[in-house]
């Protein structure tokens, strides 16, 4: 019986061990200024950066007006499309930086009332709405604008965005079709 006690024991102590060692998802978050988010968060969204907000357009061959400038020689872009890709860029920014300054706002607000043990059922219910909408403007803004890049566009040249941002991926479905 003791034999049968000390095997049982040997065998769970590599578990416990395990368990001793596996990381907790938020150890080190709870020193963060705003615990919702990461510092690299909180400066994307103060500096207006996308965050991948727009993936839907972006993915679905509506470029954004920040990469096509990057690529404008490779696209042929003319002066025309670069001051409307520019104008937008400016726009986009403007407004995403005031929405983010916003939203970490109120991301540090929801914080200090969880640090204070302020916050009730209607508060957090009030708060995080209002955290949703603040997100869902931001994102449409990001989208609205890729959107709009679309349309400064020739289908030739979001046809040789896509494939430069890597987005063509014609290989297997050519190699599928051959297969048959």
């Known amino acids: 019986m003791k034999r049968l006690v000390l095997a049982a024991t040997l065998a769970l102590l590599p578990m416990a061990?395990?368990?001793?060692?596996?990381?907790?998802?938020?150890?080190?978050?709870?020193?963060?200024?705003?615990?919702a988010l990461s510092p690299q968060?909180?400066?994307?969204?103060?500096?207006?950066?996308?965050?991948?907000?727009?993936r839907a357009a972006e993915l679905n061959?509506?470029?954004?007006?920040?990469?096509?400038?990057?690529?404008?020689?490779q696209l042929g872009l003319d002066a025309a499309q670069v001051a409307a890709l520019?104008?937008?860029?400016?726009?986009?920014?403007?407004?995403?930086?005031?929405?983010?300054?916003?939203?970490?706002?109120?991301?540090?607000?929801l914080d200090r009332l969880f640090a204070e043990r302020r916050i009730d059922a209607a508060a957090l219910q009030a708060r995080t709405e209002e955290i949703g909408r603040m997100q869902g403007r931001l994102r449409a803004v990001h989208l609205a604008t890729h959107l709009e890049t679309r349309s400064v566009l020739t289908e030739a040249q979001i046809r040789?965005?896509?494939?430069?941002?890597?987005?063509?991926?014609?290989?297997?479905?050519?190699?599928?079709?051959?297969?048959?």
């Open 17 to 35: 061990a395990h368990a001793q060692h596996q990381p907790q998802p938020y150890a080190g978050q709870e020193s963060r200024t705003i615990k």
């Open 41 to 54: 968060e909180t400066a994307d969204l103060l500096a207006g950066r996308g965050m991948g907000l727009a």
């Open 61 to 73: 061959s509506y470029p954004g007006p920040a990469h096509a400038l990057e690529l404008r020689e």
């Open 86 to 109: 520019e104008d937008q860029k400016r726009r986009m920014a403007d407004a995403a930086i005031t929405l983010g300054r916003q939203l970490v706002s109120a991301e540090r607000e």
């Open 160 to 180: 040789r965005y896509d494939e430069l941002r890597g987005y063509t991926n014609t290989a297997p479905a050519q190699q599928h079709r051959h297969r048959h």
